[in-house]
């Protein structure tokens, strides 16, 4: 459901504010609207859409910023997970933290790009946080949700101008935070950004090398945060039929883990208990528990 449009950030590297122009917020009342219509319509799950949904309202000088959106949403009757994407760090205020402590439909899990782990790249990117505040955040979020929730991120690697130090800055962080998954990015210019005219373009060879040595320090993280859910019995909202096994259903925790297991095709489309029986890398495998059909 999206819920904004446009971007102000102007990261050195992006083009979305170029192509998309300025942020523009909808209407709460219009999204209330929609979110209502999506819930009779019998809808489990909404994903509240923008480029940065953390400064949703702010542009525009409505009353209600992002925090009081989530919380209007979570008295929705027949909604029964709320998610949102892409949240930008510098906007993280502690009012939508403190959601995840109050709201029970609030999924325990954010996708929060850090993109970098040195300052000094941060600063070329023109994100507007530091290594600190960021890890400061993932502090407060894991404070209010007593260690539960799951956090996702967004890394580019070679950037320009990027340093070994500056690398290993990133690899340190990422051993800190313990990501549960990331979209990774080796630097592509685009044109038309900033960062496509520095001079200081890392070699390809380089850029590769370097990923490779971040997936390594990725799987480890995603590995050690999935041995965790074995045991557990998860709630699951069933996707469909697995792309590898069409046998097999999949569909995802609140959590935002993928679980692969044997079911029934009238569970698609509903919330069904699951025990996690393996723990993979980048899925889940598990055996559903007893579930009534009238759901």
């Excluded at 210019?189 to 490779?212: L, M, N, S, W």
């Excluded at 040595?213 to 069933?238: F, P, S």
């Excluded at 692969?260 to 919330?271: K, L, T």
């Amino acid at each position: 459901l999206t819920i904004m449009y446009g971007c102000d950030n102007f990261c050195s590297f992006c083009i979305v504010p170029y192509v998309r122009g300025r942020e523009r917020s909808r209407e709460a009342s219009d999204i209330l609207r929609e979110a209502e219509a999506l819930a009779a319509a019998g809808v489990k799950e909404i994903m509240l859409l923008g480029q940065n949904v953390n400064s949703y309202g702010l542009a525009d000088g409505f009353d209600m910023d992002f925090a009081d959106l989530i919380y209007a949403v979570n008295e929705i009757e027949g909604i029964d997970r709320i998610r949102f994407m892409t949240s930008h760090p510098k906007d993280l205020s502690d009012k939508l933290i403190g959601a995840y402590r109050d709201c029970e439909k609030l999924a325990c899990h954010i996708h929060l790009p850090v993109q970098a782990g040195s300052d000094r790249v941060l600063k070329r990117m023109n994100r507007k946080y530091t290594r600190g505040s960021y890890l400061e955040l993932i502090r407060k979020l894991r404070e209010a949700t007593e260690g539960r929730i799951a956090i996702t991120t967004d890394i580019i690697v070679g950037f320009p101008g990027e340093t070994e130090e500056d690398f290993r800055d990133t690899l340190s962080l990422m051993e800190e935070v313990k990501y549960d998954s990331a979209f990774t990015f080796l630097y592509s210019p685009r044109p038309g950004t900033p960062a496509a005219e520095y001079e200081d373009q890392i070699p390809e060879p380089v850029k590769h090398e370097r990923f490779e040595r971040m997936r390594e320090i990725l799987d480890e993280g995603m590995a050690e945060n999935n041995a965790v859910y074995e045991g557990r019995i998860e709630k699951v909202l069933v996707e469909g039929p697995s792309r590898k096994n069409r046998k097999t259903l999949t569909g995802r925790t609140e959590s935002m883990k993928i679980v692969n297991f044997e079911g029934r095709p009238e569970m698609i489309g509903q919330i069904v208990p699951v025990r996690i029986t393996e723990a993979k890398t980048y899925s889940l495998v598990g055996e559903v528990m007893e579930w009534d059909t009238r759901q």
